[in-house]
T-cell receptor, first 110, second 112 residues
Framework: DAKTTQPNSMESNEEEPVHLPCNHSTISGTDYIHWYRQLPSQGPEYVIH???SNVNNRMASLAIAEDRKSSTLILHRATLRDAAVYYCILMAVTGGKLIFGQGTELSVKP | NAGVTQTPKFQVLKTGQSMTLQCAQDMNHEYMSWYRQDPGMGLRLIHYSVGAGITDQGEVPNGYNVSRSTTEDFPLRLLSAAPSQTSVYFC???????????FGPGTRLLVL
């Protein structure tokens, strides 16, 4: 399974945008890029996913590099409730095993 | 819909005891899986199932058994608990192999 690399932690101020990077240089052509987040003492929850094109939903945006070797999760206006560990995961279109790395712990300052 | 439910929320076991962690989903999802999360770590896949009657091993299957007799339920059995199995256990389900996964609230297990 292809691996991802994320910073261990990031800080943001409330109401400001947050850009969470993820490197996945060994991604294959059939790997989707998924993002999940885990709030304290909860199970992970789905945030967004994409294949090649940038994606938007009500929670976030996903910007995918043209060569697909990296991606960025964008939270447009961070709130205190966005403080969580964010996981960038590659999922093969033929197999649904989620392989979690360490993720990025995002803290949001008021 | 209740989504993915897990019982119990918290359990204390002595070394050598057995127990079953329950997981149920009411979304008619084919794919279900079990993960464990140790402190400060990401989740690791224990076992998964792509449908009733079909199960397979994940990254860390040793010490755990699973079965899938119905679409709704996917219990995880610890036959002889060890302190190394102290962890938080999450169950997840999805419509299919590459679909969004929905996680339960977790079961905290302490093995003394």
């Amino acid at each position: 399974d292809a691996k991802t690399t994320q910073p261990n932690s990031m800080e943001s101020n409330e109401e400001e945008p947050v850009h969470l990077p993820c490197n996945h240089s060994t991604i294959s052509g059939t790997d989707y890029i998924h993002w999940y987040r885990q709030l304290p003492s909860q199970g992970p929850e789905y945030v967004i996913h994409g294949l090649t094109s940038n994606v938007n939903n009500r929670m976030a945006s996903l910007a995918i590099a043209e060569d697909r070797k990296s991606s960025t999760l964008i939270l447009h206006r961070a709130t205190l409730r966005d403080a969580a560990v964010y996981y960038c995961i590659l999922m093969a279109v033929t197999g649904g095993k989620l392989i979690f790395g360490q993720g990025t712990e995002l803290s949001v300052k008021p | 819909n209740a989504g993915v439910t897990q019982t119990p929320k918290f359990q204390v076991l002595k070394t050598g005891q057995s127990m079953t962690l329950q997981c149920a989903q009411d979304m008619n999802h084919e794919y279900m899986s079990w993960y464990r999360q140790d402190p400060g770590m990401g989740l690791r896949l224990i076992h998964y199932s792509v449908g009733a009657g079909i199960t397979d091993q994940g990254e860390v299957p040793n010490g755990y058994n699973v079965s899938r007799s119905t679409t709704e339920d996917f219990p995880l059995r610890l036959l002889s608990a060890a302190p190394s199995q102290t962890s938080v256990y999450f169950c997840a389900s999805s419509r299919g192999l590459a679909e969004t996964q929905y996680f339960g609230p977790g079961t905290r297990l302490l093995v003394l």
